[in-house]
């Protein structure tokens, strides 16, 4: 396959992953009947946004770059936030035996 279409396949796949966080978030609100942010919503921002960081550092487009890198922060950011708090709720349920 063709360098640019390689690249054409990897923004376009960037882009899938990331619309996915939105069909997450949306099926797991109805689902709840309330509006929620599952924790698969900020897998789908991290790969999604991994994924079109790689593509626009390839186009070298500064604008597309910063939006991406600085959004990176935020999802991982939000994960370690549900991860530490996962763990802390681990540690209190199963207190140490003395």
Known sequence: M???KVWLVVGFLGQA???????????QS?????????EAFWYF????????????????????????AS?????LRNLYFILRERKKLKAYSNPPLD
């Open 17 to 27: 992953l990331f619309t996915m966080r939105f069909v997450v978030q949306w099926l």
């Open 30 to 38: 109805e689902r709840m009947r309330r509006s929620v942010v599952p």
């Open 2 to 4: 063709e360098t640019n």
């Open 71 to 75: 959004g990176l922060f935020i999802y």
């Open 45 to 68: 921002s991290i790969f999604g946004g991994l994924t079109l960081l790689t593509y626009s550092i390839h186009r070298r487009d500064p604008v597309f770059i910063v939006g991406q």
